[in-house]
Nanobody, 126 residues
């Protein structure tokens, strides 16, 4: 059973930085993807970035790609999201998720992710 636990959220001023972490247990397959998603109340959960076992990365748009960096430490099964130059529109609950069956590049379609963490709140003030 895969368990995902996020941490690192909090309040930050626009232009600042945050680093989110997600510790994965029970996830040791040599394939699949780990991803970050975010959601604000009343809106769909959207994909931010995902990374596969070979460190091939998929980003959810140029605004994210220019400011956020996804990475992983496969030794301790930890996923990271380095968020730089954050903006008020980055305010959301951020979730870590696992797509255990993916071969090749990751998708950011949330339907393919079968395990989810509880989320960590990021609030950016202007």
């Amino acid at each position: 059973q895969v368990q995902l636990v996020e941490s690192g959220g909090g309040s930050v001023q626009a232009g600042g930085s945050l680093r989110l972490s997600c510790t994965a247990s029970g996830y040791s397959t040599p394939r699949g993807c780990l991803g970050w998603f975010r959601q604000v109340p009343g809106k769909e959960r959207e994909g931010v970035a995902a990374i596969n076992h070979n460190n091939i990365i998929t980003y959810g748009g140029d605004s994210v790609k220019e400011r956020f960096t996804i990475s992983q430490n496969k030794d301790n099964y930890t996923l990271y999201l380095q968020m730089n130059n954050v903006k008020p529109e980055d305010t959301a609950m951020y979730f870590c998720a696992a797509d255990r069956t993916r071969f090749g590049s990751c998708t950011l379609e949330r339907i393919y992710y079968d395990f989810w963490g509880q989320g960590t709140q990021v609030t950016v003030s202007s």
